[in-house]
């Protein structure tokens, strides 16, 4: 089995900074790509950010040059830096890893989720 914890979250005032974090542990013989996705109350989950294995980087076009996401793969470990906070960015932050557990199964799994919450 694989978990998947986040941690970082927390009540912020608009404009300022948080950094969330998720940790893999587990079954896991590598991971491939991992992203955070967030969900409001009453909307549909979207993607924030994600990161491959290698590095590469996608953002939703609403966190552009505010989040920067990055992960540490000896540690199993994603980040998602956030700056300049905004009230419409509160939402439960959740992160996702595609993951190998052996030579031939994985999937993709979802950790439990952490509030952040930006007032005005």
């Known amino acids: 089995q694989v978990q998947l914890v986040e941690s970082g979250g927390g009540l912020v005032q608009a404009g300022g900074s948080l950094r969330l974090s998720c940790t893999a542990s587990g079954s896991i013989r590598s991971i491939n790509t991992m992203g955070w996705y967030r969900q409001a109350p009453g909307k549909q989950r979207e993607l924030v950010a994600a990161?491959?294995?290698?590095?590469?980087?996608n953002y939703a076009d609403s966190v552009k040059g505010r989040f920067t996401i990055s992960r540490d793969n000896a540690k199993n470990r994603m980040y998602l830096k956030m700056n300049s906070l905004k009230p419409e960015d509160t939402a439960v932050y959740l992160c996702?890893?595609?993951?190998?557990?052996?030579?031939?199964?994985?999937?993709?799994?979802w950790g439990q989720g952490t509030q952040v919450t930006v007032s005005s």
């Open positions: 990161i491959t294995s290698g590095g590469n980087t």
């Open positions: 996702k890893a595609t993951v190998a557990t052996s030579w031939i199964y994985g999937g993709d799994y």
